[in-house]
């Protein structure tokens, strides 16, 4: 009995030993050439992973594997469209609970680096802005306008409520905390950067700030007292001169950004760059001691509608995929790709003596699953939820609507061929007389008109619009209100008095026996499926049209046959033993009804 009693007594000392260790204080600093851990240097080998894009139940899955490539540290945005999707209503759950994540990556024995600037980029939605600034009259973001900063204050202070607690210097694991992001490639205010760290200093980051910007933008970006960054340079002289002329000669010397490859958009073929490009830069910034964060070490998915998009005067609109696969060192589903194994060889040359990195896990199981069948469609519109009526086409900001659909639906006089002119169709519209798809306008290929023949008589017009992805980069951050945001003419002649229907399609509550025959319109179709056994696998819509995917009430994202993306990942996360429940928003090939499954995801590779 004193031996067991002896034996409980040690169990609870180790137990409790293990936790004062890591709930201990340490402390981090800079010296003029390296960070300092507890008074000693400290090389930060960081990744991106961004929590939003990867379910909750893996976040510990991806941190272990960024353990076994021998990352110290996790680097991740704060986006603040998921945090405050309306004015004033905050949300920190589920997937969305950025405090778990970091607690985790403690608890996996890495440190983290947060990045909760108001404004992300990030191939988000809108930059990581919620809808509802663009509803402010007269606010101008990343600026000094007092709509802003009271907009961007009151946020803040709710994120510091969550996340200034778990920084080291209070005990926790976040070592440094960014203020803006890569604003000298917007503007280059320093009263606006000066008002940034005040405020994230009152929200309790009292912690090591930082800014970071590519080589063009730092000197505009930084402010003097903080340390800057460098994104997309890893020549090792030319990082250490950038960074010097800007922190008075001194480093430590940080790539805040270092990119593997490249990001996805819609009719582009998928990017992708091999290891080998990488491998001798990478060898090349550790020898050197600089400290480098991976952007993106795992990308994951974008899901939902939170794609960003680009645009500017010398590039058409280019909405991005829902796959963030980003050819990262991990990829979507969170398996090791022969670039994790070569960079895990460069990182394993540079540890400390005695150092040995985990093991790598095996992948998760990927397979083909029964083809599903759809027993039921239903027709969008006649799920339609209570229209305005006004002269003119109300805008999904018009309508408190942040992302999804809107139907514009009027009545004109027909008999007669005529050109309809959409001015700022944001950003594709499907065109309908009579409930007959009659022609689709597309933001990407510039197109804003269409001739049409309207029959005789009295004629219905519908315009169904999808918010492809508000710009995320550039100059254009306040020229993204979404819908019908001009005039609709017909041969010149302003067409008036519009029902309006916002189809946020957050949820869907489809009822009925559903229909037979769709006659061309978009429809939902659902299906139950049975598994036995759940695994990672991805959904084959390369013979669909377009649309969005639910998977137990989970928005997987979007398809598209323009690519490159042809199937969506469907995480065994979300998957379960026995029945699940799909449904598929189709717009343009309504009569499909089988659904097939591959064990691999497909992406077009990038044309030579």
């Not at 999707?85 to 997937?95: C, I, L, M, T």
């Not at 003419?489 to 229907?501: I, M």
Request: net charge neutral.
């Amino acid at each position: 009995m004193k031996f067991i009693k002896l034996l409980s007594l040690f169990s609870f000392l180790l137990v409790t030993g293990r936790l004062a260790a890591q709930d201990a204080k340490h402390t981090f600093a800079l010296s003029d050439t390296a960070f300092l851990l507890d008074g000693k240097p400290f090389q930060i080998i960081s990744g991106e992973m961004h929590y939003t894009r990867v379910p909750r139940e893996a976040w510990r899955q991806r941190m272990k594997m960024a353990k076994a490539m021998g990352l110290n540290t996790i680097g991740t945005y704060v986006f603040w469209n998921v945090h405050e999707p309306q004015k004033g209503h905050y949300d920190f759950s589920g997937n969305h609970d950025i405090a778990e994540f970091v607690k985790i990556a403690k608890e996996e024995g890495l440190w983290v680096i947060l990045r909760p600037s108001p404004y992300v980029c990030a191939e988000w939605e809108f930059g990581g802005y919620p809808y509802w600034l663009e509803k402010e009259e007269g606010l101008q973001v990343r600026s000094k306008e007092p709509k802003y900063l009271e907009a961007y204050h009151k946020y803040i202070m709710e994120v510091g409520k969550q996340l200034a607690p778990l920084q080291i210097n209070h005990g926790g694991n976040v070592l440094m905390v960014q203020i803006e992001n890569e604003y000298g490639s917007y503007g280059a205010d320093k009263d606006y950067l000066a008002l940034n760290r005040k405020m994230f200093i009152e929200a309790g980051f009292d912690g090591q700030l930082y800014t970071c910007d590519p080589e063009a933008a730092i000197k505009d970006g930084h402010l003097p007292g903080l340390l800057p960054a460098i994104n997309g340079v890893d020549n090792v002289a030319k990082v250490k001169k950038l960074i010097g002329e800007n922190h008075d000669g001194k480093g430590p010397y940080f790539i805040a950004e270092w990119y593997p490859a490249w990001f996805d958009w819609w009719g582009t073929a998928h990017h992708t760059v091999p290891a080998e490009k990488y491998v001798g830069p990478l060898d090349s910034v550790l020898t050197a001691g600089i400290s480098i964060n991976m952007y993106m070490f795992h990308g994951g998915t974008t899901r939902g509608f939170m794609n960003g998009a680009n645009f500017n005067d010398q590039s058409p609109y280019e909405p991005q995929i829902s796959s963030y696969d980003y050819d990262a060192p991990l990829d979507e589903a969170g398996n090791a790709t022969d670039k994790y194994m070569k960079f895990r060889g460069v990182i394993e040359k540079h540890l400390p003596a005695g150092v040995t990195l985990p093991e790598v896990p095996a992948a998760k199981p990927s397979a083909a699953i029964p083809a599903i069948r759809f027993t039921q469609t239903f027709g969008l519109f006649d799920h339609l939820p209570k229209a305005t009526l006004h002269s003119v086409p109300q805008t999904f900001e018009d309508l408190n609507q942040a992302y999804g659909f809107a139907l514009y639906r009027t009545t004109v006089t027909g008999g007669k061929t005529t050109m309809l002119k959409i001015d700022g169709l944001r950003d594709y519209g499907i065109i309908y007389l009579n409930g007959k798809c009659v022609g689709i306008l597309d933001r990407r290929l510039k197109q804003d008109s269409l001739q049409i023949t309207l029959p005789k008589g009295k004629v219905k017009l519908e315009i169904l619009v999808e918010n492809l992805g508000r710009i995320n980069f550039g100059p254009y951050l306040l020229k993204n209100k979404k819908g019908i945001t001009g005039k609709v003419t017909l041969n010149g002649n302003e067409v008036k008095n519009w029902y309006s229907y916002g189809l946020p399609l957050n949820t869907l509550s489809l009822s009925g026996k559903g229909l037979q025959i769709t006659g061309g319109k978009p429809v939902i179709k659902k299906a139950i499926f049975k598994l036995d056994k759940p695994v990672d696998t991805y959904l084959d819509l390369s013979k669909w049209g377009k649309g969005t995917v639910w998977l137990n009430g989970h928005n997987l994202g979007r398809y598209w046959n323009v690519g490159p993306q042809q199937t969506v990942y469907a995480p065994v996360e979300w998957l379960k033993a026995g029945n699940n429940e799909i449904e598929v928003l189709e717009l343009i090939k309504t009569d499909q009804s089988v659904l097939p499954s591959l064990a691999k995801p497909v992406l077009s590779e990038l044309k030579k």
